[in-house]
Each structure stands twice: as C-alpha cells, then as structure tokens.
C-alpha cells in the first residue's frame, strides 16, 4: 500500500531549511545544515532561489523514495543502483532545489558533486530529477506537494497531476559502503564544482538516528541500529 503524501508549505525566502514530505521521507529524517547558501551556488542556479537539505533514509522505505513517480531517471540505471544496496549500507539523501528555468538548461551539474560521511568518501550514488507543484505569490514561492500523486481509493493506482506550475529540484541518493557510524555526532559534507562546501551534521543513541530537533520536528524516530565505533 503506497504511503500517504501529507502537504507542507514553506515560502523560500522565510525558511533557512525547507521541511520535505514525500513518499518514504518525513521532516523527523531531515539534517541539521550547518552551512548557508553561498552566493556563487545560488546564482549559478538562478536568480529566484536556491537550496540544499539531508535526509537520512531508512532503508525500509527507499523503495518508496526510489520507484516515487516524481522521479525522472533511466529505469536501468535505477535498478542497478538498488541491486548494490546491502543491509549495513548507510544511505542519505541531498536535496538540491533551484529555479524551474534551470531544468531546461544544458549546463546542470549535479552530477558532479562530491559527498562524504565522517570524511569517506561514497560509494554510490543514483542521480534524479524531482518535481513539486508550486504557486508564485510576488517574488516568493511556495511549494505545495509531489507535482504526482496516487490518486484516492478505490483508484489508488492512477497518478494525478496536482499543479500545472512546478518547481524543479535534483535529488542524490548516496549510498556509504563499509563505514561505522559514530555514537553522537556525524557529519555528511556536500562539496560542489565550485568547490563550495555545506556541512551537515547528525546523531547516532544506542545505534539508532535521532531527528533533528527544532520547532518543525521535536519527536525521535526509530532506525534500525547501523554498526557503530
């Protein structure tokens, strides 16, 4: 049975990180971001906005956050990258959000980005493109939901298209092979083609993740325990 998809707002300009709720990803996974936006980032993808978020995926749900219908990626290139994920694996998930004209450009580079996990390196990573219906009000956005959905019972099989205007972002799945998490704090580092660096940092108690805490997330969530130092 597919997840239900719950409806967030955030206008851009207000929020110094954006709370993303889609299938298999709920505010409780997100990261504390420790870096801002640098400017060079910011208008190498466009004037309007621009923004990074972590999550840390429990791997119970990445086939929802994998097979998600918002998801623009090669099937084979998908099935690939799920066939080389072990138990032990450590998985995040980088979020990177960016003006809808860039999405017709040639000249994205997301693929270039470079990632770490308590400075090691990954191993994998699968490279989409996802979508989210948004409305415009002045200079400011507001992002509403997955531009697909499943649509209600009894026809929760069909995809629904929720907005006709969209926001474009470029999500990484990263997989981390052979690395122990540390009891307290991690830290997982984006470095970008421009050599700009954001830093994130999470927990590990007893083996299991624990969220973030500010207004937006205030409760622990459960994640099977990875091998710890």
């Given at each position: 049975?597919?997840?239900?998809?719950?409806?967030?707002?955030?206008?851009?300009t207000a929020c110094s990180s954006l709370t993303i709720i889609s299938p298999g990803?709920?505010?409780?996974?997100?990261?504390?971001?420790?870096?801002?936006?640098?400017?060079?980032?910011?208008?190498?993808?466009?004037?309007?906005?621009?923004?990074?978020?972590?999550?840390?995926?429990?791997?119970?749900n990445l086939e929802d956050i994998i097979n998600d219908p918002n998801n623009i990626?090669?099937?084979?290139?998908?099935?690939?990258?799920?066939?080389?994920?072990?138990?032990?694996?450590?998985?995040?998930?980088?979020?990177?959000?960016?003006?809808?004209?860039?999405?017709?450009?040639?000249?994205?580079?997301?693929?270039?980005?470079?990632?770490?996990?308590?400075?090691?390196?990954?191993?994998?990573?699968?490279?989409?493109?996802?979508?989210?219906?948004?409305?415009?009000?002045?200079?400011?956005?507001?992002?509403?939901?997955?531009?697909?959905?499943?649509?209600?019972?009894?026809?929760?099989?069909?995809?629904?298209?929720?907005?006709?205007?969209?926001?474009?972002?470029?999500?990484?799945?990263?997989?981390?092979?052979?690395?122990?998490?540390?009891?307290?704090?991690?830290?997982?580092?984006?470095?970008?083609?421009?050599?700009?660096?954001?830093?994130?940092?999470?927990?590990?108690?007893?083996?299991?993740?624990?969220?973030?805490?500010?207004?937006?997330?205030?409760?622990?969530?459960?994640?099977?325990?990875?091998?710890?130092?």
């Open positions: 049975m597919r997840l239900p998809i719950y409806l967030t707002v955030c206008i851009f990803i709920n505010s409780d996974n997100r990261l504390n971001k420790l870096t801002d936006i640098k400017f060079d980032e910011a208008s190498f993808y466009g004037s309007s906005f621009y923004q990074a978020n972590g999550f840390f995926i429990n791997q119970q990626v090669d099937n084979s290139i998908k099935e690939s990258f799920q066939q080389n994920i072990n138990e032990n694996d450590v998985i995040i998930l980088a979020e990177f959000c960016f003006d809808k004209d860039k999405f017709k450009s040639n000249i994205l580079d997301f693929d270039q980005y470079n990632f770490k996990l308590n400075n090691t390196p990954f191993s994998k990573k699968l490279e989409v493109f996802y979508l989210y219906s948004a409305k415009k009000r002045g200079t400011l956005y507001v992002i509403e939901q997955p531009l697909l959905v499943y649509d209600k019972h009894p026809n929760q099989k069909n995809i629904i298209k929720t907005s006709a205007e969209f926001i474009s972002c470029s999500r990484s799945i990263i997989n981390f092979k052979n690395i122990k998490l540390a009891e307290g704090s991690n830290k997982f580092e984006i470095i970008t083609p421009r050599s700009s660096q954001i830093f994130f940092d999470f927990t590990i108690k007893n083996g299991i993740f624990q969220s973030f805490q500010n207004e937006n997330a205030d409760s622990k969530i459960g994640i099977s325990p990875y091998p710890m130092k």
